[in-house]
């Protein structure tokens, strides 16, 4: 079956959450691509998008809409030529409406897995919890047709385990969209050793057609992605044990979210990543990578001491910053949670200017990650940056430093250990996964 | 004095910032003024400048397409709104597309000319950013053929037709003459907008300007043969102006120093229906360029300063050739050799022009109008150029649709 003929039925399990939702307006657009071609309008398509909360689905019908309508819009070049033989749609609004609409009637809107029978795709983006993954599918393999491929969107858990325990017999692939999919272009690609050829082909196919760049990593937990942002959180978790003493440890938090940020030119600090992410995530993906490697360093107890204290970031439902490490008014840092008094303590001008004095500046050449991203020149630059800061003396260069020389060991393992092919897919991952502007196997140190 | 039967002046121009994308205080998703604010704000700006505004006798406002931007007809009925001088007088809007305008020049001059006013408050606006540019294209086709050309038309439909203009100039007279020509139309405007505070690109700090006006294009998501960089930006904005004749000057209180004459027009409007004759040449610029001239009794060597219409780059290099500063396929070379530089051999679009300043379509040609004006009179502040005595002419020229509907109008500093 090609994967035209795939795309006739495919389902999302867990369509309402962030990465589900994304997932689900990308193979949405390309059903209501295939629909309009001439020789495929006797055919049906459908997209199921299953989860289980009733209330997150009416949500997911807006963003479905919101999405829909923007992707045309930014389409209506090609849609136009799409609809060239619409007499009845001549201006852009005209087209934009056709398409959302033709796109929408291919949704279907369910809590019930069982719609997922006919399915020929299926992908799961749901929490990253393998026994509820493993159920799941153990209950889709039962009603779901038995040549039916599977796509998970897990960053962790690996693929081999997962098709073993399900009895998936080698129809299932990691499909790794980074957060947000509609725009992030990176998919980790992740085969077990059992994955059949047919699958393997079918989602580089996808990946081409939904533009996306395509890293292949083996099936070892954690992958590229997770496999260098655990270790890199916790070298800034182990640096802030180590500063507590001289900056105490809301300092200690602000100085490493700074180094990594400002010194190392990243486009947030390693603490509003993390963040971002979820400390809860955070600590679940540490804990699948922990038990899946066997490796005891895979633990943090800030990490679970915030958890404890339901300290948690993530986002609201509108895409804004929930408060974690850090305290957010307007999506920007304004405060550092005391894990001791379990309260946040303001970041006051006069007390971020004490700190900066102690680590002082960044070089002179330094330009924000913004003022770099679309200069043509970046590479150059952060060359001549990273030579002026490693002449520097202060604790600041000092500290960046250490934790580029971190990085470039913990990629340089990933490849070492055959979960990267190449330094190259190392640094892909990095600088598209996690818009870095260089990867963290570089030639700066 | 031969065209006209007597003396015209224009006075007390004013136009507002051009407000879009490239302003810092531009933010699409917030509230911004409506179209009666730019009215009032332009119309004030100019009416301030006369001690008696009660002797303005008319009102005319050129605009293209409000009526789908704003959802607003009828707006010859704002001029009450801005000054009480105009209740119960004669006023309406002019339409003649991005060329709105610059008929509502021609509409102030004629009427002066019939001796049916001695003051007419000229306002030109347009508002456009109330709407994503992919569904203000659809507005602005209708300055094409709509039910002729639309359907099978590309979705940035004007885009299009003058992306189509630069393949065939390409083709003709070589991409490697004719895009670097472009990309320094854009870095000209962009160095002039930097020394307008008004312009759109005033905030612009590229500090690689031609680098930035070669960026390949991208046919999938826009034209084939122009980038961004090629285009004017969507813009707000407003501009007015006062046309009188030598006792309406008197009465309005307005020094002759103050004004500039205005010699002559030409109006000149090609079929809707019909293709450009020739894609490489603006034939409808060329045929108003030519009786305007003929008309000042000057040519183009005695113009110390020129504004033209350059909706998109390739549109500068055309308008510069149609108004006779180069030859046939010569304007790229003569803009990129730097001629129309503000140092230049013919300063031309010295506050931006429209990639710079911005265009607001329906402001555009009163706009240029101010700005011929300001520098006859040394009042261009930060962006004034120096006059040779023997340079004392200026000349705009303003085009609705792709070259079908056009007005030049020459104006002399007044000794």
């Given amino acids: 079956m090609n994967l035209d003929e795939r795309l006739f039925n495919v389902t999302v399990i867990g369509a309402a959450g962030k990465m589900g939702s994304g997932i689900g307006v990308l193979i949405a657009q390309e059903m209501a691509k295939l629909k309009l071609k001439p020789e495929n309008k006797d055919n049906v398509y459908r997209l199921n998008l299953i989860d289980v909360n009733e209330q997150a689905l009416d949500g997911l019908r807006a963003y479905m809409s919101a999405q829909l309508l923007k992707a045309a819009e930014k389409s209506v070049v090609m849609l136009r030529d799409m609809y060239r033989e619409r007499q009845d749609l001549v201006e852009n609004a005209d087209i934009i409406d056709a398409f959302v609409g033709d796109a929408s009637r291919v949704l279907n809107f369910s809590t019930d897995t069982d719609v997922a029978r006919n399915s020929h795709l299926i992908f799961e983006a749901i929490s990253e919890n393998e026994k509820i993954k493993i159920k799941v599918y153990k209950k889709l393999n039962k009603i779901c047709r038995s040549d039916a491929f599977y796509l998970t969107n897990t960053s962790s858990i690996p693929i081999g385990y997962l098709d073993e325990m399900a009895g998936l017999g080698g129809r299932l692939i990691g499909y790794h969209f980074y957060n947000p999919p509609v725009v992030q272009r990176l998919v980790e690609v992740i085969a077990a050793q059992n994955t059949t050829r047919e699958l393997r082909s079918t989602a580089q196919e996808l990946g081409k057609r939904l533009h996306k760049k395509l890293v292949p990593a083996k099936d070892i937990s954690g992958f590229i992605g997770n496999g260098h942002f655990m270790r890199d959180g916790l070298h800034a978790i182990a640096e802030v044990v180590r500063l507590k003493g001289k900056f105490k440890y809301t300092g200690a938090v602000y100085v490493m979210n700074r180094i990594s940020q400002d010194f190392l030119v990243r486009p947030m600090g390693i603490f509003q990543l993390i963040d971002y992410v979820g400390i809860d995530v955070f600590q679940c993906i540490l804990k699948v990578m922990r038990t899946h490697l066997r490796d005891d360093s895979l633990k943090d107890r800030l990490i679970d001491r915030m958890v404890k204290d339901k300290v948690l970031g993530g986002q609201y439902p509108d895409g804004s910053q929930k408060d974690g490490f850090l305290k957010y008014e307007k999506n920007r840092p304004a405060g550092i949670y005391d894990i001791r008094k379990k309260e946040y303590v303001p970041i006051t001008d006069e007390w971020k200017k004490k700190i900066d004095k102690k680590i002082g500046p960044t070089p002179e050449r330094f330009v924000p990650w913004r003022g770099l991203l679309m200069d043509a020149k970046k590479e150059e630059k952060l060359g001549l940056y990273f030579d002026e800061l490693k002449k520097m003396d202060t604790l600041g260069a000092e500290l960046a430093v250490n934790y580029l020389k971190k990085t470039r060991e913990i990629g340089q393992s990933l490849v070492r250990q055959g979960v990267a092919g190449s330094d190259d897919d190392v640094n892909a991952v990095l600088t598209n996964g996690f818009f870095w502007l260089y990867g963290p196997i570089n030639e700066y140190i | ?415």
């Fill in chain 2, 1 to 415: 004095m031969s065209f006209f039967r007597k003396r015209v002046y224009a006075c007390a121009g004013f136009y507002t910032v051009s407000l879009g994308t490239g302003r810092k205080e531009f933010h699409p998703k917030k509230p911004r003024p409506g179209i009666e604010h730019y009215i009032k704000e332009a119309g004030l700006g100019a009416i301030e400048q006369v001690k008696n505004p009660e002797h303005i006798d008319e009102g005319i406002i050129g605009n293209f397409i409000a009526s789908r931007f704003c959802r607003q007809g009828n707006l010859g009925g704002f001029f009450p709104m801005v000054h009480p001088a105009f209740q119960y007088k004669p006023c309406m809007r002019v339409e003649g597309a991005c060329d709105s305008g610059g008929l509502a020049l021609v509409a102030s001059v004629k009427t002066i000319l019939a001796d049916l006013a001695d003051a007419v408050l000229c306002i030109g606006v347009e508002v456009q950013n109330t709407v994503k540019a992919v569904y203000g294209a659809d507005y602005l086709a209708a300055a094409g053929w709509f039910s002729g050309e639309r359907k099978n038309g590309h979705a940035y439909f004007f885009p299009d037709q003058f992306a189509q203009r630069a393949g065939a100039c390409f083709e003709k007279f070589g991409y490697d003459r004719v895009r670097p020509g472009m990309a320094q139309w854009y870095a000209n405007a962009i160095e002039n907008a930097r020394k307008n505070p008004k312009a759109q690109e005033y905030h612009n700090t590229t500090s690689d300007l031609y680098g930035t006006g070669m960026t390949q294009p991208s046919p999938k998501a826009f034209c084939e043969h122009i980038n961004v960089f090629d285009c004017s930006k969507v813009s707000d904005g407003a501009a007015a102006l006062i046309f009188a004749s030598e006792e309406g000057l008197e009465k309005l209180g307005v020094d002759r120093k103050d004004a500039v004459e205005v010699i002559s027009y030409a109006q000149v409007q090609d079929n809707l229906t019909t293709p450009p004759p020739d894609l490489t040449k603006l034939t409808t610029c060329e045929i108003a360029a030519k009786r305007a001239y003929e008309r000042a009794g000057i040519g183009p060597e005695d113009l110390g300063v020129l504004e033209v219409h350059d909706c998109f780059t390739v549109a500068g290099l055309l308008a510069i050739e149609a108004a006779g500063f180069a030859g046939y396929g010569e304007g790229a070379a003569f803009v990129k050799d730097g001629h129309t530089k503000r140092d230049g051999s013919i300063p031309t679009n010295t506050s931006g022009g429209l990639i710079g300043y911005g265009h607001p379509t329906g402001a555009t040609g009163v706009r240029q109008a101010v700005d011929v004006v300001h520098q006859l009179s040394g009042m261009a502040s930060d962006y004034q150029i120096a006059f040779g005595s023997d340079r004392v002419y200026g000349m705009l020229s303003s085009m609705g649709g792709n070259d079908k509907t056009v007005v030049d109008m020459v104006f002399r500093k007044i000794d």
